[in-house]
């Protein structure tokens, strides 16, 4: 929609450089921003009636899923929104891919592989670290440091006893 009334003449104008607009015009921003919030608005109402009306079409597709899954609607009227509404059902599963069933057996069969192939790393990695223990790949004490010694006086002979000290 054309605002005509949101632009006014300003008549000729003279800039700062020194050229002249003849009949410069000019834009009312007040008009365009009350036009514009009335755009939104209505464009919010609009949304939420067609918000609503999906939602009511959708309770009714259930209602009447419901009702021809029991056989209690025996009309002609009923078997056409029954096809209908099977194509749509259709259409709806065949558009998700998690909805088939052998596509589900197959992430779970992957995800149980995965935690078996996970349990085994784990196990192989404490059997490896145990064989390093029982190795003494691991040393509790490093070669290259040096450890203090002790003498100790024993009182009955005089024999000097020179032991190293462990750690634990």
Not at 115 to 135: E, V
Not at 151 to 161: A, K, V
Request: proline share 4%.
């Amino acid at each position: 929609m054309v605002l005509p009334d949101a632009v006014e003449s300003a008549g000729d104008i003279l800039l700062d450089s020194g050229t002249e607009v003849k009949n410069m015009l000019i834009v009312n921003k007040d008009r365009l921003f009350l036009e514009n919030i009335g755009a939104v608005r209505e464009l919010s109402k609009v949304t939420d009636n067609l918000g609503h009306r999906i939602e009511e079409l959708e309770s009714h597709t259930v209602r009447m899923s419901r009702l021809t899954r029991f056989g209690s609607v025996k009309s002609s009227a009923s078997l056409s929104t029954n096809s209908s509404s099977y194509k749509s059902k259709r259409s709806r599963s065949e558009g998700s891919l998690f909805r088939n069933r052998w596509i589900q057996g197959a992430i779970l069969v992957l995800v149980g592989i995965m935690t078996l192939c996970l349990l085994a790393m784990a196990t192989l990695y404490i059997l490896d670290y145990q064989r390093r223990l029982d190795d003494d790949d691991f040393p509790i004490m490093p070669e290259n440091v040096t450890t203090p010694t002790t003498t100790m006086p024993i009182p009955t002979g005089g024999i000097i006893l020179t032991t190293k000290s462990m750690r634990t």
